[in-house]
T-cell receptor
Framework: EADIYQTPRYLVIGTGKKITLECSQT?????MYWYQQDPGMELHLIHY???????EKGDLSSESTVSRIRTEHFPLTLESARPSHTSQYLC??????????????FGSGTRLTVV | EDQVTQSPEALRLQEGESSSLNCSYT??????LFWYRQDPGKGPEFLFT???AGEEKEKERLKATLTKKESFLHITAPKPEDSATYLC?????????FGAGTTVTVRA
């Protein structure tokens, strides 16, 4: 049973639309992450949060934004979707110390297609 | 710049044919080296963490080893259900840098 949930699993949307990808975890982890993954390519960190009201941009520049108002919830928003945003988005979480002991727990991902 | 490189990109094996995957890293202040398995359409699933050179971890047909500059994932007598993409990641601070993965296909 998954402890980190992402919705929707698949999303096809038109250019210019605003979208929010949801990510929730039930493990009480303080750290959460968003990665972007294109087919055959490595995961790239686009946002991370070390706790409530804490968000940082990752290594890969992204036009998306995130918020962390509750420990368990870390949504990602695109104000105006473009075809270049087409990708798989993976959410992950870890607890303090867990990141270097047990790695991350990943959700199943959202595959976004912007037409 | 921190970097993780995996080879080969793809590996096709006959059932029972053992092989190894390589992960080389140039991460300063490495805090851990991770191996994940990723099935199509799913998120990565944690396999192993290695912390220091010489360390080894085993799980069923998989064994991970670590040196100062690289890690190996050995697959012994693989079965078709071992077919997946195997990802390597290096931890610095609380963030992971991932390699592009090795896609393993095991034919019956």
């Amino acid at each position: 049973e998954a402890d980190i949930y992402q919705t929707p699993r698949y999303l096809v949307i038109g250019t210019g639309k605003k979208i929010t990808l949801e990510c929730s975890q039930t493990m009480g982890h303080d750290k959460m992450y968003w990665y972007q993954q294109d087919p055959g390519m490595e995961l790239h960190l686009i946002h991370y949060s070390y706790g409530v009201n804490s968000t940082e941009k990752g290594d890969l520049s992204s036009e998306s934004t995130v918020s962390r108002i509750r420990t368990e919830h870390f949504p990602l928003t695109l104000e105006s979707a473009r075809p270049s945003h087409t990708s798989q988005y993976l959410c992950a979480s870890s607890d303090t110390g867990g990141a270097v002991n047990y790695g991350y727990t990943f959700g199943s991902g959202t595959r976004l297609t912007v037409v | 710049e921190d970097q993780v490189t995996q080879s080969p990109e793809a590996l096709r094996l006959q059932e029972g044919e053992s092989s190894s995957l390589n992960c080389s890293y140039t991460v300063s202040g490495l805090r851990g080296l991770f191996w994940y398995r990723q099935d199509p359409g799913k998120g990565p699933e944690f396999l192993f963490t290695l912390y220091s050179a010489g360390e080894e971890k085993e799980k069923e047909r998989l064994k991970a080893t670590l040196t100062k500059k690289e890690s190996f994932l050995h697959i012994t007598a693989p079965k078709p259900e071992d077919s997946a993409t195997y990802l390597c990641a290096a931890a610095f601070d609380y963030k992971l840098s991932f390699g592009a993965g090795t896609t393993v296909t095991v034919r019956a």
